[in-house]
Every structure is written in structure tokens, then in C-alpha cells.
């Protein structure tokens, strides 16, 4: 079992930037990718950013240039940095890690947080 826990939502105008953190923890793991979607109001869920292990990361077009995924190993800990926000970027965002455990690779999701961004 993996526990994936967000922080660093709230409510932010335009053009400002926020950082989000996941914190992953549990025994015997090892993550293959982690991942922040989110999803607005009466929309589905889509991806934000992915990370492998290897470093290569992607990004949803409408994120490009503006958000940044990044990794702290020693802490187990996954960024998102966002970056001249605008409204549309408001929603939950839910971190998700694809980790082995045991032999086995499961989908794991965090809670959410709430990203609000006022005009």
C-alpha cells in the first residue's frame, strides 16, 4: 500500500504561481511514475503532468511552459509548480503514482487539493 498525500492548494489570482507537493510513503515500494491530474468543475479528470523514473516528463498543452514537474527522491516527495496561473487552471488536483509493490504495479491516488483561480 502506498499513501499519497497533496498539499498546497488554495485560492490564488491570476498570474500568480503556486507549488503543490505530494508526499508518497509505505513499505517496500518503488515508484514508476508519478502524475498530477485534476479536474474542474462538471469536467472529467484529465493529466496535468507525468514524471518517470528516468526523468522524462510530459505535459498537457494547456500547462506547457507554465507548469513544471519535478521529484525530490530523498524525501519521496513530487512537485508541481504553477506558474502565471489563469482561471481555467481551477480544480482539484489529485496526485497519482503508478508503484510496484511486491512484484506488482498498482495506481495509487492521493486526495486532492484545491486550486482556485480568481480574475
Known amino acids: 500500500q502506498v499513501l499519497l498525500v497533496e498539499s498546497g492548494g488554495g485560492l490564488v489570482q491570476a498570474g500568480r504561481s503556486l507549488r503543490l507537493s505530494c508526499a508518497a510513503s509505505g513499505r517496500d515500494f518503488s515508484v514508476n511514475t508519478m502524475y498530477w491530474h485534476r479536474q474542474a468543475p462538471g469536467k472529467q479528470r484529465e493529466l496535468v503532468a507525468g514524471l518517470t523514473s528516468g526523468g522524462s516528463t510530459n505535459y498537457a498543452d494547456s500547462v506547457k511552459g507554465r507548469f513544471t514537474i519535478s521529484i525530490d527522491n530523498a524525501k519521496n516527495t513530487v512537485y508541481l509548480q504553477m506558474n502565471s496561473l489563469k482561471p481555467e487552471d481551477t480544480g482539484v488536483y489529485y496526485c497519482?503514482?503508478?508503484?510496484?509493490?511486491?512484484?506488482?504495479?498498482?495506481?495509487?491516488w492521493g486526495q486532492g487539493t484545491q486550486v482556485t483561480v480568481s480574475s
Open positions: 497519482a503514482a503508478d508503484a510496484a509493490v511486491r512484484g506488482w504495479t498498482y495506481r495509487y
